[in-house]
């Protein structure tokens, strides 16, 4: 049966569901260093190197480029009957070749050893076709980890979800994607700032200035706690004896005492409102298990630390030490509270023991860097993280998000234009605007208000994965809405398009599939065909340092390659319609799968 479904029924191909069924058909490149693989050890059996094959954006440098030679010709130089310069190397590994359909012709070399390799059209177009019928989820990188915990979003109860949560949130959320596409069963965990010193502060607060406690008090109140929040942390500062009271509140808190576990539950019932508001807004799912769900462990986990010598003392403090690093990371205070990297010892243990994770991933600002580098170094040394096969673990930073005054935008001085409803709000106000000028009465008002929300949440998502992520970005509302840039807007008018032209066409693009043949005989269409195909290398690369801009860049080239293809050949009424027609197809199937993984739902009509 095809599996790709065609434009007209307006469900988008969902890979997700796919991927564990289908087989995975390996990326070009994979394929490629294969081949490539034969060749080498054909040619040089001596010596064992891995094939260095890379994608190129020039087609005067082939489609792809080999880049052993001059490798190889290093480590031959000297020795008896060594090949006299690196391009007698690259004719070698050339003719070592084994025959190839992927390959056009014989591979050209160029400057000082580099094999230039252009790929058959008739291959790749095969490899389109195939996944016409089988579905997207048989591009899907193949992976060896079975499950992950990806630890994302996590804003702190009773202050407010700010930018900095956002990004997180985002980045998160595209990481979760891109792995459940690929099958990994993967653990969406929100480890909210639900515990600690800070609630000391604010329950003893409410419990003197508030009779009653939060009886009463409704969800829509969390400004109300920020308020709360900010006074009791200027009466900590200030006031000593408010301070000794707030410390026992921790206490009287942390052994049970109802009436502030009753506030203590409040208070978060209404931040975690606020936040789900946000996560339904932006369509993100995950798990509620904030600090709060490790701390029975602490204690314990802390005592073993010290009894296998792991944890030391210092100043009346428990410190662990971790090679190379200049301060030791804080697993008990002099006051004998835990904090935040005790309960980072327990989500190490929890996640790895208990969720069976082969791969770990914790997504926050860059700033937390040193913590991580502390926290799992500490559990090195404690063997949590074994030596020997170690799930993959990493912290995922990002720099800031800066206001167009190119300042830090700041929980502290957010102004009401900041907050962050407000900016989803206006994002998708301005989409209704832009949408409704273009269609003015011939939209309804639900199309009208799912579009822009698409559109503008797309924008803002977009706008923030498109940044490497470690760098700090402005937000700019032009910007991101802009129609011709390198922005959420511009993808979703191009699916668009291309889900006209397949409306116009008016056939079912499934039975096409089932029929019809495939040409990339313009070199519009061979260049829109092999970005088409280099979908799952993208994919593969976004995976090796966790960086979403990666499918950014791709899902861009490959719109604009779908813009010089639409101006250059005529798909509805031309004799190569069937072939235009799935082209067109494929093309907007990879769109939606790549625009899924960024967290952005399609638009068939704006
Ligand atoms: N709540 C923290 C913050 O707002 C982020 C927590 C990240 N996750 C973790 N396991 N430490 O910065």
């Known amino acids: 049966t095809v599996v790709a479904s065609g434009l007209g029924g307006m469900t988008p191909t969902d890979g997700a569901h796919l ?75 050339v003719d070592a070749l084994p025959a190839s359909s992927m390959i056009a012709e014989r591979p050209t070399l160029a400057g000082p050893g580099f094999i230039n390799v252009k790929l058959s059209h008739g291959w790749i177009s ?48 595209t990481l979760a994607r891109s792995l459940e596409f690929c099958g990994v069963d993967t653990l969406r965990i929100n480890h909210v700032g639900d515990w600690g010193t800070q609630f000391g502060m604010l329950i003893q607060h409410i419990a003197e200035t508030r009779p009653g406690g939060l009886e009463g008090t409704t969800t829509e109140e969390v400004s109300d706690l920020q308020k709360l929040y900010k006074e009791s942390k200027a009466r900590f500062d200030a006031d000593e004896d408010f301070k000794a009271r707030a410390r026992a509140a921790v206490t009287r808190l942390q052994s049970g005492d109802t009436e502030f576990q009753e506030t203590w539950r409040r208070i978060c019932e209404a931040s975690r409102n606020e936040f789900d508001a946000i996560y339904q807004r932006l369509g993100v799912h995950i798990l509620w298990r904030g600090e709060s769900f490790y701390n029975p462990v602490l204690k314990s986990l802390v005592e073993e630390l010290i009894e296998r010598g792991i944890a030391e003392d210092s100043d009346g403090a428990q410190v662990v030490w971790v090679p190379k690093e200049k301060v030791p990371l804080m697993v008990r205070k002099s006051d004998g509270g835990f904090g935040y990297g005790t309960t980072d010892m327990a989500t190490l243990r929890q996640r790895i023991q208990d969720e069976k994770a082969e791969w770990l991933i914790y997504v926050t600002d860059e700033g937390q860097a040193g913590h991580f580098k502390l926290v799992f170094g500490a559990g090195r040394r404690w063997g949590t993280i074994p030596e020997e096969n170690p799930p993959r673990i990493d912290h995922v930073g990002f720099g800031l998000v800066l206001g167009a005054d190119g300042k830090r935008i700041r929980t502290r001085d957010m102004g009401a234009a900041t907050r962050l409803v407000e900016l989803l709000d206006e994002a998708k106000e301005r989409c209704k605007g832009t949408i409704k000028e273009r269609r003015g009465d011939d939209i309804s008002a639900e199309e009208l208000d799912e579009s822009s929300s698409i559109m503008g949440y797309g924008a803002i998502k977009y706008a923030d994965l498109k940044n490497n992520r470690k760098t700090d970005y402005k937000f700019n509302f032009d910007e991101m809405l802009n129609l011709n840039g390198n922005t959420a807007v511009y993808m979703l008018y191009a699916h668009a398009r291309i889900a006209s032209i397949v409306r116009k066409v008016g056939k079912d693009v499934n039975e096409v599939a089932k029929t019809a043949k495939l040409s990339l005989d313009h070199p519009a269409e061979a260049a829109l065909g092999l970005q088409v195909v280099r979908f799952t290398e993208t994919l593969e690369d976004m995976f090796i340092d966790l960086a979403p801009n990666r499918l950014t860049e791709y899902i861009y080239e490959l719109a604009n390659l779908f813009s010089t293809f639409y101006t250059e050949c005529k798909v509805a009424g031309s004799e190569n319609e069937d072939s235009r027609l799935l082209l067109c197809e494929a093309t907007a199937i990879v769109m939606r799968q790549t625009l899924s993984l960024l967290g952005i739902k399609p638009l068939y009509r704006i």
């Open 126 to 173: 095969e490899r389109i076709h195939s996944m016409l019928l089988q579905g997207i989820g048989t591009w899907a990188p193949p992976f060896k980890y079975k499950r992950a915990v990806v630890d994302f979003s996590s804003p702190n109860v009773a202050k407010e979800m700010h930018v900095g949560h956002l990004r997180s949130t985002i980045i998160g959320d």
């Open 19 to 93: 991927a564990a069924a289908a087989q995975r058909v390996p990326s070009v490149r994979t394929e490629l260093a294969a081949t490539f693989r034969t060749a080498l050890h054909s040619a040089f059996p001596a010596i064992s190197v891995e094939p260095i094959v890379v994608a190129t954006n020039q087609a005067r440098h082939g489609d792809y480029q080999c880049n052993n030679a001059m490798q190889l010709f290093g480590r031959m130089k000297g020795k008896e009957g060594a090949p006299k310069k690196p391009t007698d190397v690259a004719t070698a590994i």
